[in-house]
């Protein structure tokens, strides 16, 4: 599977339509809380390997329910060496070995510390990667509860055991990609390489007889309170500045009568 630009595309759209299901947002917090309570740990480790603190976080979460008693590779004790896949891990120095050595050696393990794009649609792909592109190639209907469960884009269908699949059953882990959402909206990470919506303090969207990107989704946005009706067309002129005004009480920037 290569990170073509259709599959950024996919995930920068995943991930800027996902929402949190509130009933499952006090434990999205949980975890959050338990993440940033051990940041340091794991900037130690990315800091070493040249990896985002937080995808090791989210990976401890997903492989291990951030037991730092238990191998990043597959949540084994760390009192020994790995007994399940990958098996005899680490295979240098000897048990019991510290998490950090443990989490050094799985990322290095998957080529981790190589991989340099770590902008949100490379951080996704290798996420994705880590646990298998078995849902992208097998199940193509259900998005990846590893990414997104707990989410708007994934309500039930999992692969329960080494290729045995069932349409009925539910994750109940909080999905990587989910975490890294709640992370982003608390303002606790921000990817790079991403657009900026603001530039020199001046924001992208004005008043413009011309069509310009986000138009359409301040229009959409308008279009939701009750007798705002405007054209979504991507055009942001005076239809849609008086809209946004009866809104927020403003014109939108650059409008002639501002």
Known sequence: MNLTEELKDDYSQLFDTCIIKP?????????????????????????????????????????SSLNFKCHLHNGDPLTARTVHVPAGRPSQGNPPFTWEESA?????LQKLDAWKDWSLSGLLFKLEA?????????????LSPYLWSF??????????????????????QCGAAVLLRRLAERQEITFPNEPLIFKDEEPVLKFSNKKIPYSEELQ?????FPGVYVKVDGIPGKRTSDAFKKVTGYFLMDDPRV
């Open 220 to 224: 959409t946005f308008l279009n939701k």
């Open 130 to 142: 880590y646990n298998g592109f078995g849902y992208r190639t097998k199940h193509p209907e259900v």
């Open 104 to 108: 050094m050696d799985s990322l290095r």
């Open 23 to 63: 009933a499952q947002a006090s434990l999205v917090e949980a975890v959050i809380k338990k993440i940033l309570d051990n940041k340091n740990r794991y900037q130690s480790v990315g800091n070493v390997l040249g990896i985002p603190w937080y995808f090791i976080a989210v990976i401890h979460n997903m492989e």
């Open 151 to 172: 989410s708007n884009h994934y309500t039930s269908g999992k692969f329960v055991a080494d290729g045995r699949w069932s349409d009925t059953a539910v994750s109940n």
